[in-house]
């Protein structure tokens, strides 16, 4: 009886889950630009490539963090170079509809409708998202009590607080369950329980998934993360695992731990302290 | 027993929870039971039949839950309204403006005493005059980065793009151009003057939008009209020539043209060109 009771939870295997994937890497960016406004390179010249996992990407504000996760949603158009989200160039314009339906993205700045409820919203962003019709309920239901909004899922969004709107954000991101998963600063409005909530679901997230979360929070990345990306002025720093970053700090480095200490030896190298933020 | 389906022996056997089947065998029966109805109830009945403990149990389950489900009320679907998946919210206060010009136009026009009715000059409706741009400021709202606040999600997903733009500029045209036609009829415009010029502004729109940004292009459409046609109309209280029956070709010509566009230009408004 054991034996059969461990089986219940898996759910039958259809071929597309069985094909092999024709990409090594669901991430692959190579010497891509991305402009943030019609001159400015915000991304330049970045070498990346990022598959399941955890990824968190670090910098600085104004490092091109929100730039860089606008181009790997397809939102913004590559300016140069390469990028190539599972396996298909984002550059032809025909490849996008297929790609965008297997990509979740939370926004920066998460605009939404206030008058609606959390359901409704997340429905009407799997009806955008071409979740099939039939499939709507389910995936929302469960992409709610993911996010642990189960119990205020009928109630309008303007009477809910800033951290449980972020997670209606995180929410309507997950409803498609994308192979891609993009959040731009996810922690932001939650308190420190709720935080904790969020990396666990980051980490059942990214058993199958490619997370990339941009956080200044250089804690959310130890936590959470299989992986930091470390980006500043638009280009890569560095690309390791959270106790690579770590190595890279000595006690001479500014921070309060490990990871603050190998943060700012990357990104601030030998000219140490310029300018006093 | 087709080759489709689960043998006999493995259903009884798995009825009665027997600890001997493959743990790669259980998987694919419970595999193919979740699809295979047949299965499913040839399982039940030799539950039914092989396995009175577990009948048991689901009984005494059933026999608990029923009163507590009878008790509960049906869970009310909130089905979510269908208008957004042809409006959005934020469009409907651009509809409602829409909607009160054209009914403060009607007014004028019906009290005689708009801004067209110079002492002894013609008078020019000024719902004839304003027709042709008011879809347009619906338009404007349709696909716009400062108006619609989840515009930045709207852009990602796989919907984003042509069919959602027409989708909503259709939803505007279903709402005025009904509301257009019976004011004509009130005031005596025909629906000839007027409709393929208020056409032609729509596609026009939108082919601009594909460039510059829905929104901005229809700015500039309401603009130009404004001060090319309405205030030399309002000037001279004369019917201005562009909206002559004998205008009607131009007219056509403009919406085949901006037609045209729209539909060369298609993958344009996927991307944030048009979305400003």
């Known amino acids: 009886m054991t034996d059969r009771k461990e089986h219940h939870s898996m759910s039958a295997i259809s071929a597309a889950d069985l094909a092999p994937t024709p990409y090594a890497w669901q991430i692959r960016a190579t010497g891509l630009k991305v402009r943030a406004g019609r001159t400015r390179l915000a991304v ?38 390469s990028l190539e989200l599972l396996g298909r160039s984002v550059t032809d314009r025909g490849e996008h509809r297929a790609l965008r339906r297997r990509i979740g993205y939370l926004p920066q700045e998460f605009g939404y409708y206030k008058r609606f409820t959390v359901r409704e919203f997340v429905e009407y962003m799997a009806w955008l998202k071409e979740v099939p019709k039939a499939d709507v309920p389910a995936a929302v239901q469960r992409a709610v009590e993911r996010v642990g909004l189960a119990d205020r899922a009928d109630e309008r969004l303007k009477t809910l607080s800033g951290g449980m709107v972020r997670r209606v954000g995180i929410a309507q991101a997950i409803v498609n369950d994308p192979a891609i998963l993009l959040l731009d600063e996810p922690t932001v409005g939650l308190d420190p329980a709720q935080r904790l909530r969020l990396r666990q679901l980051l980490q059942e997230l990214g058993t199958d998934t490619c997370v990339v979360v941009s956080t200044h929070l250089v804690e959310d990345v130890a936590a959470a ?13 560095f690309q390791g695992t959270p106790g690579d970053l770590a190595a890279a700090g000595g006690p001479e480095h500014v921070g309060d731990s490990p990871l603050e200490r190998g943060y700012s030896a990357l990104l601030q190298g030998p000219e140490q302290g310029r300018g006093t933020w | 027993m ?16 027997d600890t001997h089947i493959a743990a790669d065998e259980v998987w694919a029966l419970e595999a193919h039971l979740e699809l295979c109805r047949i299965c499913r109830d040839r399982l039940s009945a030799a539950t039914a039949a092989g396995a009175p403990a577990v009948t048991a149990v689901v009984d005494a389950v059933w026999a608990d839950l029923e009163p507590r489900l009878a008790a ?49 000059a013609g008078r020019v409706p000024l719902v004839l005059l304003l027709a042709p741009v008011l879809p347009v400021l619906g338009v404007a709202a349709s696909w716009s980065r400062g108006l619609d606040p989840a515009c930045e999600l709207t852009a990602s997903t796989p919907r984003a793009g042509l069919p959602l733009v027409l989708r909503r500029t259709a939803s505007v045209l279903a709402v005025v151009v009904p509301a257009l036609l019976a004011c004509g009829w009130v005031t005596g415009v025909t629906a000839g003057q007027w409709l393929l010029p208020c056409l032609a ?14 929104t901005r292009a229809a700015a500039v459409l309401i603009t130009v009209w404004a001060a090319v046609v309405v205030a030399p109309a309002l000037a001279t209280s004369r019917t201005p020539l562009v909206l002559h029956t004998d205008g009607l070709p131009v007219w ?9 566009a729209v539909i060369a230009r298609k993958g344009a408004y996927a991307g944030p060109g048009a979305l400003r």
Do not use: Q
Not at chain 1, 225 to 237: A, H, N, S
Not at chain 2, 6 to 15: G, K, P, T, V
């Open chain 2, 2 to 17: 087709s080759a489709e389906h689960a043998a006999a022996r493995l259903i009884d056997a798995y009825a009665r929870g």
């Open chain 2, 252 to 260: 056509g010509l403009i919406l085949a043209l901006g037609t045209g």
């Open chain 2, 72 to 120: 509960t009320a049906p869970h009310r679907r909130l089905r979510p309204a269908r208008w957004p998946r042809w409006l959005t919210p934020t469009m409907v206060p651009w509809l409602a403006t829409v909607m009160s010009v054209t009914l403060f136009a009607l007014l004028f026009d019906l009290t005689g005493t708009g801004p067209g009715h110079g002492p002894g």
């Open chain 1, 44 to 81: 330049d010249g970045l070498d990346l490539s990022l598959g399941t996992g955890v990824t968190g990407l670090l910098g600085p504000n104004g490092a091109g963090k929100t730039t860089l996760i606008r181009a790997l949603a397809t939102v913004l158009r590559p300016a140069g170079g």
């Open chain 1, 225 to 237: 993360c299989t992986d930091v990306v470390l980006f500043d002025e638009g280009r890569l720093v």
């Open chain 2, 201 to 214: 502004f729509t596609s026009s729109a939108l082919a601009l939008g594909g460039v510059v940004g829905v």
